[in-house]
């Protein structure tokens, strides 16, 4: 039976602010089971309760200390900060029948992905049917699933926080914002803001000090726009005579107002796992004994910021986050808490240029900026307070292409190795991309070839289980996978043996806008052509071969047992075998090389089936028509040559 309380929201928990209050209350505004009261397993019913969050900060605390302009905030009677945000959760419905365990998703630009990751299910943003909560495996297992608004620009129809607004006594507070923006089709009218985002408003639409820039390189000088020519259409866009030409890019600065103190998102999100670890009264999750927090990408990069400004020490000195999963979010930070802040702009290499992101510190232990003499580290508050969690980054390729990705294990002049706390583990996906797409691939929206079809999902769902086993049991991890300076797995991009592009990479000043634009597209698609990393795999004394970490053409030196594969997607058929048809159709095809050779190797046929599983994954060789010698046989194990097809699996974090 379906309940609905958008009508009463009622209050589930209230706590005295005279004494060390964070979240004041919890508004249910909707309260429903989950699939019309299915048992998941053992811990049986779902539900699903949405609401609001009302937070009240002490801005005197030294724990508050580190807020950017939450002293200029408008205080209430009690001489507190106000601010509140969306929530969502799904817990069991007995809660006494649940794991103790608490999975936060920081949501990305207000979105939610943790059922898309963890459970196989569907991308809807309130899920109700069963393709949506997909296998149920969080579920199973009694993990209580948390979700809360912490922008305050996110475009509509996102999970949002309303954060306060500084200001100077009363008085409005104005400052410089950049807007930046490169379109794909001509256009007369251009946003402010980042992908359907907020802008913060315009203080006056006719200064003559605002101004706008265009330019045709990130490092180019700009030209300026003669500020007749364009005009603020409203407080998010502006307007250019003639329209914006695509391929360029356009920066607006102007004098905004009313900056938000955005630092509250970092701050709320300590008080909400705190109150729901810590607290009894009214509390919906009574009985969490372990809070996880996962973010991808912009989210991993705001866990990041959440450790190195100190906030994983709630306001009593407990800790918050008992584990943290930072998937790709590289060695970035972000604008997360200071004045005017973008949230969600991140410094693309074709988008959102030259906004603060890869930011110093970038490892976990400490390091020494070679410019500066700085000595510092991502979890060097969190250390000296005793409250760090346990700590795995994920990494993709992408990351080490645009997200410094290589600075999280080396020194910052890229010289040496640096060796991660004992606490942080950090596994790289070989040849996996940031954002991957859907195999068989398919042409995506807006680009010029298909994304990469590699899926990290199932050893992100296969991590969380063992940081689940390292926090609660004191089981070790898998130990990090990664390139290393040291050994050639990690190298420069003048050694990586990257083909020559046949396409001009300079000199695009000079031609029409319309045929630069062209000739960057087709560079862009031979570069993404380009991008298929060699994987290396290598045998131990056992006779078993592993994958290796990196992804590089240098990978494992030059050893005899050692063998380069070129990742090759195919959405065809398997004529070959009709064993293999009948039950998909669908294979990943990997031609195995011997290094140091130019003849070709066997094919290694990935079955779908096969990665079914989070802990294991299985790799099957076909032979048929194949001049293959057992020695350059990719899989794992032996087979007869005649045989067609043999099977073994890898285990996930396993090594030579």
Not at 34 to 40: D, E, Y
Request: positive net charge; aromatic residues 10%.
């Amino acid at each position: 039976m379906r309940v609905s309380l958008r009508r009463l929201s009622y209050l589930i928990a209230f706590l005295p602010a005279a004494a060390d209050a964070r979240v004041v209350q919890i508004r249910i505004d909707h309260r429903e089971p989950v699939l019309h009261g299915k048992s998941f397993g053992a811990v049986g019913a779902y539900e699903k309760l949405t609401g609001t969050i009302e937070f009240a900060l002490n801005p005197s605390l030294p724990q508050n200390a580190g807020i950017v302009d939450l002293g200029l905030a408008p205080r209430s009677s009690l001489g507190e900060v106000e601010f509140s945000a969306d929530f969502y959760l799904l817990k069991p419905a007995d809660v006494s029948r649940g794991n103790g365990r608490l999975l936060y998703e920081v949501g990305n630009r207000g979105s939610k992905g943790m059922l898309r990751t963890f459970q196989k299910g569907g991308p809807s943003q309130d899920p109700t049917t069963q393709s949506d909560f997909g296998d149920g495996l969080l579920m199973r297992q009694g993990y209580s699933l948390l979700w809360m608004g912490w922008q305050w620009d996110v475009p509509d129809g996102r999970m949002r926080m309303n954060m306060p607004i500084a200001s100077d006594h009363g008085a409005p507070i104005t400052g410089l914002v950049r807007g930046n923006f490169i379109l794909d089709a001509r256009s007369g009218t251009a946003p402010l803001a980042d992908r359907g985002h907020k802008s913060y408003p315009v203080a006056d639409a006719k200064s003559a000090d605002a101004f706008m820039t265009v330019r045709d390189a990130t490092i180019a000088p700009p030209q300026r726009i003669p500020r007749e020519k364009w005009h603020f259409v409203d407080d998010s866009t502006v307007a250019l005579e003639g329209g914006f030409e695509p391929g360029r890019i356009y920066d607006v600065v102007y004098r905004a107002r009313d900056p938000r103190v955005v630092g509250t998102g970092l701050v709320g999100t300590r008080d909400l796992i705190s109150f729901l670890k810590y607290s009894d009264a009214g509390n919906p999750l009574r009985g969490i004994r372990f809070a996880y927090g996962w973010g991808v990408s912009q989210s991993g990069r705001l866990l990041r910021h959440f450790l190195y400004e100190g906030f994983n020490e709630d306001e009593q000195g407990r800790q918050v986050f008992d584990g943290v999963i930072d998937e790709v979010g590289g060695a970035g930070r972000g604008s997360f808490n200071h004045r005017f802040a973008q949230a969600s702009r991140d410094a693309e290499e074709f988008f959102n240029f030259l906004y603060p992101a890869d930011m110093f510190p970038f490892t976990d232990g400490p390091e020494t900026d070679p410019e500066t003499g700085q000595t510092d580290a991502l979890l060097a508050k969190a250390e000296a307070r005793h409250v760090a969690p346990k700590l795995f980054h994920i990494l993709s390729n992408s990351e080490y292409f645009n997200r410094s990705g290589s600075l999280v294990h080396t020194d910052p002049a890229g010289h040496r190795d640096l060796e991660p706390p004992a606490g942080t583990r950090i596994y790289v996906i070989a040849s996996g991309p940031h954002f991957f797409g859907a195999f068989p691939t398919e042409q995506a929206a807006n680009l010029a070839a298909p994304l990469n079809p590699i899926n990290r999902n199932l050893v992100v769902r296969a991590l969380l289980q063992a940081l689940d086993a390292w926090v609660t049991e004191g089981i070790a991890p898998p130990p990090s996978q990664l390139p290393h300076i040291s050994d050639g797995t990690l190298t420069t991009r003048e050694k990586a043996g990257w083909p020559k592009s046949p396409f001009p990479t300079a000199g695009l000043d000079n031609l029409p806008a319309g045929l630069r634009s062209e000739v960057a597209r087709w560079h862009r698609r031979f570069r993404a052509a380009a991008y298929r990393q060699a994987v290396c795999l290598t045998r131990s004394r056992r006779g078993r071969k592993w994958q290796c970490a990196g992804g590089h053409p240098a990978a494992c030196g030059g050893r005899s047992d050692c063998y380069l594969q070129r990742m090759e997607l195919s959405g065809a058929w398997n004529r070959r075998n009709r064993s293999i048809r009948g039950r998909s159709g669908l294979v990943f095809s990997v031609r195995s090389q011997p290094r140091g050779t130019g003849s070709a190797g066997g094919f290694t046929v990935v079955h779908r089936r096969a990665l079914r599983e989070p802990r294991s994954v299985c790799r099957k060789s076909s032979f048929s028509g194949a001049k293959v010698g057992r020695e350059s046989l990719p899989a794992a194990g032996r087979c007869s040559r005649r045989d067609r097809f043999c099977s073994s699996p890898i285990r996930l974090g396993r090594t030579p």
